[in-house]
């Protein structure tokens, strides 16, 4: 259809808006002129008729929004904010796991992953330059120094406006995460859930989010309408210039931290009771690794009964922290999601080597594979039974 359409322009944008073959038609007669004369009257008005249906057609596909952005769009807004968390997972992209294969393969330091798959935000996606980018797609673009992942809201043709927060495409509401300014919940619980549907994740704790009214011109070919954050939720405008490509998924890789048999056999001893004293003089690197493959697997409740007992200062903001953010972990990290995010922050710790600072206090030092080559750190802590435990936890802010 794209193919027809830029046939049928630039036949238009001709000189004489006829193809060869119909000026052929018209001027090479065959048959005798005495019957050629007659038909002459229905003929040019057939073929004025089809060029007028023509221009009709192409002007049509010119400014009617495809139906996958017009899909996306709305008259009017739920006013329950249940409903409108509803439409918003129906219209929202969710880019699958997949393998890299010998696709092009990028890790973001900006972006605006937003819905499902927000704790992906920064894990390394795999890149078409060549995919055709639709409303609701993501894509990576670079921004001086930075790449940047973000949701398109406009392609070319369309005309995107903001207000309060509010997305507007062709004149009508954009329903798409990122694109709706942000609802209250009557449960605070439901608030911290379902914020990602609203904001970048980066600004969600603000007192007030803000937002900035923009807008764009009619977008012309090779143009991008783009979520962005810059002192304030908005859209701007990208060019292919900046473009590296659609994002179609995230790399898949999985955990290379695994258990010997002694780890497997003394890691199920404690869960069947959560006793620590199975784990009495057991190496902290592998009690470490039992602590990880509990996250890979999400099994929160034995990550939680492997994490430090001893009454050290950061103990108890971090077990806050956990706990408030488990609602959120089951709701979003589906098990492929959790493996991969365990792959991305634990893969190395399968060589790392413990470091020793004091009596009750060491760290296991690993290079991981992904993200910052430099080495990473963990705390462990010995507990009044000289027990080595976890002081930490993985980002899920």
Known sequence: MNNLKEQLKRELRADV??????????LVPNRPVNKRIKKQYWRFPLIVLT?????????????????????????TLPTDPY??????????????????NDSAVIEPTISYVMGKQWPLSYLPMVIDPQATIAVGDYIAYYDMYDIVVTPVFGVECDKVQTLHGQVTLNGELLALPGAVAPVQFSQPKQQE?????????????????KSIDVDLAPLQKNEFAVYTYNKGSTVKMINEGSLIGKVVGFKKFEPTFTLTEEEQSLYHAFKE???????????PVSIAKMYAIAEAQRDYATKLALYTTRDVPERSEIVKYMQDTQPIREYYATEEIQRLLSAYMFNGMEEAEFEQIDDI????????????SSKRGA???KNEQGIWQPLFTSPFE
């Open 17 to 26: 808006p006829f193809t060869e073959d119909m000026k052929q038609r018209m």
């Open 273 to 283: 009771n959560y006793d620590l004293k199975v784990l009495l003089g057991v190496d």
């Open 83 to 100: 409903d409108l968390v509803n439409l918003l997972q129906k219209n929202e992209t969710v880019l699958p796991i997949i393998e890299s």
């Open 193 to 209: 859930i379902f914020k990602y549907y609203f904001i970048d994740r980066s600004h969600t704790d603000t007192p007030q989010s």
């Open 379 to 381: 705390t462990m802590i």
């Open 51 to 75: 060029f007028v249906l023509i221009l009709g057609f192409v002007l049509k596909l010119q400014f009617t929004p495809q139906e996958s952005t017009a899909a996306k769009t709305v008259a």
């Open 361 to 372: 206090e060491g760290t296991i030092q690993f290079i991981p594979e992904y993200g910052d």
